[in-house]
């Protein structure tokens, strides 16, 4: 039978608007097929890209080569394969991965606006690993002028509200860092940051944010902008509804747009970057481990599955439906999604425990690792979900926790009653107070923070060598010796601050090959279809190093647009 007449047709479908999808669409059309349509679900483009930090992790890259970095492609790939497991590592595809992500950037600064800074103090997430490095192969995208967006700046996504300063003023990485934990400089950035806020009066009778984007805000706009420019279309509030397949190929898609079907003809290929699962809770309880809970993501609340769901119906393979880009998470009453808790727990003079009262892992381990293993140790007789990040008078006054921020900018009398209430901190003169309050065993607990104290004298945390490796350290505090993430928990009032075990996405999906393309269960190629990104399955799975999520969307949405054109990098 004839397929019935199509509403809208183009050589290019893009599904989804994060940096794997701009990075498709922009590709796709720099390579030859100038007739390209991008589609996203949400109201605002962006997706979780948007709220990410923003950073990609790409080995041997241009920046890292004039920083004078001492790297190779085949020692990438040596700590590739001492942190991946056999059973789930495709060394095809992190060759693929290793080889063309140099080229994409290459790619990215001759075709679009797309700027990095290579960030040479950020470490890979192993680096007690053989391979590993102490910086550079990490790029965050550089600031970005929200002004070059003209009447589109209400429609592109900002970053997570955690990356900005009072909820409007942006910062980088380093200067979230260096903010956050007080490190040298920390009173002459702040002061630079509110006075250039300040005197933008142009700026501020626009907006309440600040001019600059940056992080995940200033990447996903510079490669907007770049997609703008070339007139490429773009729909927002138009979710995939099903694929189009004729003859074991697919050919188009159904797009929701204003409320009503419209096919869309695929000449040369559809690309799925439509992100994971994580606000699909029927999902989550069929595959992710227990408890889990779509009110615990930080990824944005349209990723359901959809991708997912349309590439399985025709019989596309899925793998590590079990995984996810896990990070403890804190749910703030009265805010519509939950704060990432990164650089909090690596806090000297914090510790976290479980209802027992005990510690049951590294606390500045890498946000992933960690949380696996908060799986691990998490039973019904020993749960570890929520967990309890506690610290003393001490923390409270010099770190900034949370919505917390520091005691001297938002003292406890500031603080909401609901956040007391409602759980979400809790405060009390002792520790034994603190636990009947939070449900805790007030011994164990004692008998936890004084193992921590010790562990503060010595600087070696001897049960789960907390502040032994370069991550550990890279958000601890130097001033505190001799261990940067170690201190003694001393000082009245004790806090109890409950974290949930969250994430930025799910890491499980339809398998690809090199090229990009869908593989059916058999492993042969769904032809005409592509996907990259939290639709696909992980192939950085152990999380490698910062941007081990968005590296591999860009990079495989690269090849893609690749495969489809023919171009040859």
Avoid at 323 to 346: D, H, N
Avoid at 368 to 382: G, P, S
Wanted: one cysteine or more.
């Amino acid at each position: 039978m004839p397929s019935p007449a199509w509403d809208h047709s183009v050589d290019v479908l893009v599904v989804g608007s994060g940096l794997g999808g701009m990075t498709a669409a922009l590709s796709a059309y720099e390579m030859g097929c100038k007739d390209v349509l991008l589609v996203e679900k949400a109201g605002k483009f962006g997706g979780t890209s948007a709220l990410s930090g923003g950073v990609i992790w790409i080995p041997c890259n241009k920046l890292a080569r004039e920083a004078g970095q001492q790297d190779s492609l085949e020692e990438a790939h040596t700590y590739l394969r001492n942190t991946i497991p056999d059973a789930i590592r495709r060394d095809d595809m992190l060759g693929t991965y290793l080889a063309h992500g140099p080229k994409m950037i290459d790619f990215l600064y001759e075709k679009s606006h797309a700027r990095y800074t290579s960030l040479s103090m950020y470490p890979d997430y192993h680096t007690h690993i053989a391979g590993s490095k102490e910086g550079n192969r990490a790029l965050e995208s550089e600031p970005f002028d929200s002004s070059l967006l003209g009447a589109d700046n209400d429609i592109v996504s900002h970053s997570h509200p955690i990356w900005y300063l009072f909820g409007i003023i942006p910062l980088t990485l380093t200067e979230a860092n260096t903010i956050s934990v007080k490190l040298k400089g920390w009173k002459l950035l702040l002061t630079k940051l509110l006075a250039k806020y300040a005197f933008d009066l142009p700026w501020r009778l626009r907006s309440r944010y600040d001019r600059k984007r940056k992080i995940g805000g200033s990447h996903v706009a510079r490669l907007y902008l770049s997609l703008k420019e070339r007139g490429i279309s773009m729909w927002r509030s138009a979710p995939l509804q099903e694929l189009i397949e004729e003859n074991g190929r697919v050919i188009g898609a159904v797009i929701q747009r204003d409320g009503k079907a419209c096919r869309v003809k695929a000449r040369r290929g559809v690309i799925l970057t439509a992100g994971g699962f994580e606000h699909n809770q029927s999902m989550r309880e069929q595959y992710l481990p227990h408890p889990t809970n779509a009110r615990w993501s930080a990824g944005v609340k349209t990723n359901t599955g959809d991708a997912i769901t349309a590439g399985a119906r025709l019989g596309a393979a899925t793998e590590q439906m079990q995984k996810g880009w896990w990070c403890m998470t804190c749910s703030v009453p009265g805010e519509a999604m939950p704060r990432l808790m990164i650089m909090e727990k690596s806090v000297p003079g914090t510790c976290l425990v479980n209802r027992n009262g005990k510690r049951f892992l590294n606390e500045s381990e890498n946000y992933v690792t960690m949380q696996d293993k908060l799986y691990a140790a998490h039973t019904n007789e020993t749960p570890c979900a929520p967990a309890y990040l506690i610290f003393d008078a001490r923390v409270r006054r010099k770190y900034i926790i949370g919505p917390l921020l520091t005691a001297r900018t938002r003292p406890d009398w500031m603080l909401p009653k609901r956040w007391f209430s409602e759980g979400m901190i809790t405060k009390a003169d002792s520790l034994v107070e603190l636990a009947k309050k939070t449900g805790i065993n007030p011994h164990h607990l004692e008998e936890t923070v004084a193992q921590i104290n010790r562990y503060a004298v010595t600087g070696k945390g001897l049960d789960f060598g907390r502040g032994d490796s370069s991550y550990d350290r890279h958000y601890g505090d130097p001033e505190i010796k001799p261990n940067p993430n170690l201190a003694p928990i001393i000082q009245a009032p004790f806090y109890a601050f409950r974290l949930e075990p969250g994430d930025i996405g799910t890491m499980g999906g339809l398998v690809t090959n090199m090229h990009g393309q869908v593989l059916r269960e058999n492993g042969e190629p769904l032809e005409g279809l592509y996907a990259s990104g939290n639709c696909t399955s992980a192939i950085l799975p152990t999380y490698p190093g910062p941007g081990a999520t968005l590296g591999p969307a860009m990079v495989f949405a690269y090849q893609a647009a690749k495969h489809i054109t023919g171009y040859r990098d």
